[in-house]
């Protein structure tokens, strides 16, 4: 079936540093959102990207939408330990399904 | 509001028993979403239901079954659990389609 995948799997940082994940898709998506899920808890709806070449950003975080609407990533800029969680990005797909990517683990050291 | 509601929190199971895991919405919304949480397996859809009335199978259906009770509730059976069902479940509801999905607190199951 169609696949979102996500890379990497795991990052650690330290507290300061940036950080960004990145989702790729084989097709063409109709939108990509981003899902944060903290330690313990449930995933959390965080944005909506829908436009080829689209930037978004929330704070300290920078969300892109790639021209061919294949690729998106998540920028962190200087990661607090209040960032540490799981960040999922999930594809719109042309089955008309929303599709997850496997998620990256972000551990920030103090 | 509650959104979406799970229960129970956490459950230990026997190999061979059966439970059901519940879920209810009050957002209105059509579509309702199981999923399986494994480390490094992200998300994984079991079943999901369009509307009421209506189910279909997701990537992983194997031992499990649904019901769309109504438009609030949908429920989650494992007949014969197994150890390889332990797992995080969530619950989501969503319009549909490719739109914005939102989660329950989640369900850990463990089975021994």
């Known amino acids: 079936g169609q696949q979102v995948m996500q890379i990497p799997q795991y990052q650690h940082v330290q507290e300061g540093e940036d950080f960004t994940t990145y989702c790729n898709s084989s097709?063409?998506?109709?939108?990509i959102q981003w899902y944060k899920q903290r330690p313990g808890g449930h995933p959390v709806f965080l944005i909506q990207?829908?436009?080829?070449?689209e930037v978004k950003k929330q704070k300290r975080l920078t969300f892109q939408f790639g021209e061919a609407k294949k690729n998106s990533s998540l920028h962190i800029t200087a990661t607090q330990t209040t960032d540490v969680g799981t960040y999922f990005c999930a594809g719109g797909t042309s089955y008309g399904k929303l599709t997850f990517g496997q998620g990256t683990i972000l551990t920030v050291h103090p | 509001n509650a959104g979406v509601t799970q229960t129970p929190k956490f459950q230990v199971l026997k190999t061979g028993q059966s439970m059901t895991l519940q879920c209810a919405q009050d957002m209105n919304h059509n579509s309702m979403y199981w999923y399986r949480q494994d480390p490094g397996m992200g998300l994984r859809l079991i079943y999901y239901s369009a509307s009421e009335g209506t189910t279909d199978k997701g990537e992983v259906p194997n031992g499990y079954n649904v019901s769309r009770l109504n438009k609030r509730e949908f429920s989650l059976r494992l007949e014969s659990a197994a150890p390889s069902q332990t797992s995080v479940y969530f619950c989501?509801?969503?319009?549909?389609?490719?739109?914005?999905?939102?989660f329950g607190p989640g369900t850990r199951l463990t089975v021994l």
């Open positions: 989501a509801n969503g319009w549909g389609g490719t739109d914005t999905q939102y």
């Open positions: 990207l829908v436009k080829s070449g």
């Open positions: 097709t063409t998506l109709s939108n």
